[in-house]
């Protein structure tokens, strides 16, 4: 996480508390980030995944490799790019490098892409995340850009296995962001593979919405302002935590509960909702959730 400050505020759905009763309260912690620093920001270590089965020939797969070309010249000479393709096999078109050494590398990967065959979805997505899992944490963003235009037909396929598969990866500080293109893509996994590895998930129904999508998501790679940030909820002694009512992966800390935020960028704002209860008099606790 970065030592950026965050704005934090908490409300209540009570004000006041009668001592001798007990009471459950709903609290919401809301975080605000602050506008982007304007000093030299982190490099990005970035894996651009680029489905080449059949169905992308013509002009998605053009599509692609000029949004990838388009990447390529807003990084910083610090950045990192790696460019993997699949059909029904995986190959790295070019090692994870900063993207100032080899331009003329990546003008001659992305040349030599061509549309094959099946779907090796998982395979292509592992071979970026294993790019990037070499880059030691906390130096700046990593994150795999998967472009897809069809369904896992090749290689792990099940949706549940493929979408655990990104929350580890999410949780080992690589995220992943799904660009679907065309009508025939499985919308649901891709979302679910985004929301599981702490990215975003976006449509470009034609191949000229694609370019704004890669803007769009690299404004946002350029604005972060904190990684991997955990929120701690410790109640006093006489509260009794029941649980967090958001989304979020939950961890047990000795006596409270720690909210697994994620990565935070400029002037977002975050909300933890979460449920505490006065112990009783007796000091029995409540039941809640866990």
């Not at 459950?24 to 680029?50: D, G, N, Q, W």
């Not at 013509?58 to 949004?67: F, P, R, S, V």
């Not at 070309?69 to 610090?78: E, G, K």
């Not at 994870?96 to 001659?108: G, I, K, N, R, S």
Request: a negative charge; aromatic letters at 4%.
């Amino acid at each position: 996480m970065t030592t950026h400050d965050l704005g934090a505020g908490v409300r209540l759905d009570h004000q006041l508390l009668a001592v001798e009763h007990e009471h459950r309260v709903h609290c919401m912690l809301e975080l605000t980030a602050p506008k982007a620093p304007a000093a030299e920001r982190r490099p990005l270590h970035l894996a651009l995944v680029i489905d080449r089965s059949g169905s992308m020939g013509g002009d998605k797969l053009e599509t692609a490799k000029t949004c990838a070309a388009y990447l390529a010249r807003r990084l910083a000479p610090t950045d990192q790019l790696s460019v993997v393709t699949y059909d029904e096999e995986v190959r790295l078109e070019l090692p994870l490098t900063p993207v100032a050494h080899d331009q003329l590398l990546l003008e001659h990967a992305l040349a030599r892409i061509l549309p094959g065959g099946m779907t090796n979805l998982s395979g292509g997505w592992l071979k970026g995340v294993e790019q990037l899992r070499a880059v030691p944490g906390g130096i700046g963003p990593k994150k795999v850009l998967l472009l897809t235009d069809g369904l896992a037909n090749r290689g792990v396929t099940d949706p549940e296995a493929l979408v655990a598969m990104a929350r580890g990866a999410g949780d080992e500080g690589v995220g992943t962001t799904t660009i679907g293109f065309g009508e025939g893509f499985d919308e649901e996994l891709l979302t679910a593979i985004a929301d599981a590895a702490a990215g975003n998930a976006y449509f470009a129904g034609t191949p000229e919405e694609a370019p704004s999508i890669f803007a769009q998501e690299f404004e946002g790679l350029t604005a972060l302002v904190a990684q991997n940030l955990s929120v701690e909820i410790r109640p006093t002694a006489d509260m009794q935590m029941l649980g967090v009512l958001n989304e979020y992966p939950i961890v047990p800390v000795g006596g409270a509960l720690q909210a697994q935020i994620g990565d935070v960028y400029a002037e977002e704002r975050r909300r933890v909702v979460f449920e505490l209860a006065r112990r009783r008099r007796d000091g029995r606790a409540l039941r809640g959730r866990r």
